[in-house]
């Protein structure tokens, strides 16, 4: 959960219940890809339950992600088609944001733009220490690993977790009344 945590941490309550009400909740089932390889996606996911995988075309599964992971970002940021793609482990609910509405957003809300971006700088950051460390620079699990991706929280962002898990906990009831597509 700790990717969602990065971004709700450093939005505002309206901007989470912005994204709660604009995004539209999905039923993905086991198998779906979600993201191709190579293909651009107009979307950016949130797992509210359930697995995704990455899966890269030469090296084959990479990563499993639960609840809270957030897929499509760097597509979102710098517009290039994914490299990888995202496949539901299972069944999985996500909430799907797209880009266009991003965007719009934060042309008519500048602050909600540069929150969003400054928490996308948080979480890419993250993740790419993450993969440095999979890749043995560090400590940590092996590409071909079944482990499901938890690391702890930098500790500049333990102050926003509290109320990041409010947010995404408001959210997730939000979203329980939407009906899924």
Known sequence: MRKVLFILGQLSDMDAEWMAR?????????GTTIIHEG?????????LQGVLQIEDSQLGPIAKL???????EMSFVDNAPPSASVIAHGDCIVLQLSHEALEKRMTSDLGFGMRLYKALCFFL???LRGTVRRFGYGEGGSLDSDEILTDE???NLLD?????GERFDRMLKQLASAKSE
């Open 39 to 47: 293909v651009k996606s107009p979307n950016l996911y949130i797992l």
């Open 22 to 30: 604009v995004g539209i909740k999905k039923t993905i089932p086991n």
């Open 125 to 127: 950051a993250d993740r």
């Open 153 to 155: 929280l930098d500790e």
């Open 66 to 72: 639960g609840i809270g992971e957030v897929v499509g």
């Open 160 to 164: 926003t977790v509290s109320i990041a």
